[in-house]
Structures are given as C-alpha cells and as structure tokens.
C-alpha cells in the first residue's frame, strides 16, 4: 500500500515561530501538495508540487512555503506561525499529472499557534 | 471559480436507514471522486467516475455521475455505524488539481 507519513500528528506552536511540517511517501509519486481542513470550507490547496525543485502555488499560499529537494519528501514552511494558521494541515500524493488515479493522505498534522 | 456544493452538510440517521448524499456544481468535470474521511485520518479513495451517467458500486455503496458530468450522488443502503465519517466529494476540471466539496458529515447511530 502506498504510505503518506506526515510527521506530528498534533503541534503546538507559539505566534511567530518558524514551523516545519514534513511529508514523506514511499511510492515514487510525481505529484505532492499540501492542504489545509477547516471546518465547512473542505480542503483549500496551500501548494502542490509536480517534480522535485518544483513548486506552485495553490489557492492560499500567503504566510506560507514549501520544499521539495527529494522526490519522497514535501516540506511547509509556516515562515512566522499566527493564530490564523491554526488549521488541520494533510499532505497528499498522485501518481500521474492527471488526478484519476486519486490522490493518497497522510494522517494529518492538528496545528495549534497560541 | 469552480466550485462543488456537497448537501447535506451533515446527516445523522439510524442504522439499517438508506440515504442519498449529492455533490452540485455548474461547471463540468472530467472525472469526479467520492473519499471517506474518519475522525482524526486523512480522507481515503472510494471511487472514480469519469463517463456522464455512469453508476459504480462498492458494496452497499452505490455512486453516479450525472449526465451532464456536473453532479453526482452518493447512496448508501442500509447503513452501518462503520459507515459513519466526512465524505468528501472532488472534481478534476481539465487541469490536475482537484476542486473539493465543503463535505458531508454522516453520523449512524447504532
């Protein structure tokens, strides 16, 4: 089965730190992006990834960064952590440019900024 | 902008009960996806739908694709308490990124 690891499930960050989340999958997808889940608004792409070095930007990008110098691995960055980022963050895998093989989550990271 | 109305937005129902779930939009999709998402995991792949008026069934699950592409819905016979979750609709426009629904909360009740 493929694997989506996301690294802490729940964080607890203080306004202004730098924070990490990290992603790893261990199926050799092209396609990484992450999301944030709030309540309501389903899940709103921050960035997606389509190769390694490669970046773009999804829908809310603002306050955020990502990295992605391996191919199994998909970094977000918070750059200065605020309380509107408290959010639930899952990292997703693709195999293909196309979405009809689905996408594969990772169990979620529950970020907290106090 | 594209988007997917799912409604319900939440539904609590006993169990052994039937229902339907719909996932709306005005634009047309190439392909559409349903995913199940339970309490503290990300949401997992039920199926895929990719031709107008196409009917798939995962057990007591039964999905369609509208017609038009613009609309699906999501059935469930006989509902069971390990059916309950958020269930998350996703259309693919041309290109590869997804459009999500907000989701519908389900709830069945032993």
Redesign the interface.
Known sequence: DVK?TQSS?YLVKRTGEKVFLECVQDMDHE?MFWYRQDP??????IY?S?DVKMKEK?DIPEGYSVSREKKERFSLILESASTNQTSMY?C?SSYV????S???????TRLTVV | TQLLEQSP?FLSIQEGENLTVYCNSSSVFS?L?WYRQEP??????LV?V?TGGEVKKLKRLTFQFGDARKDSSLHITAAQPGDTGLY?C?G?PRN???I????TKLIIKP
């Open positions: 989506v499930r396609n309501g608004l389903g899940l709103r792409l997606f389509y999804g899952l997703a440019q196309g979405p009809l689905g996408y594969t989550f990772g169990s979620g | 937005q392909s996806q503290g995991e990300g949401p997992v792949l895929t990719v998350l996703a693919a590869y990124q997804l999500w629904g907000a989701g």
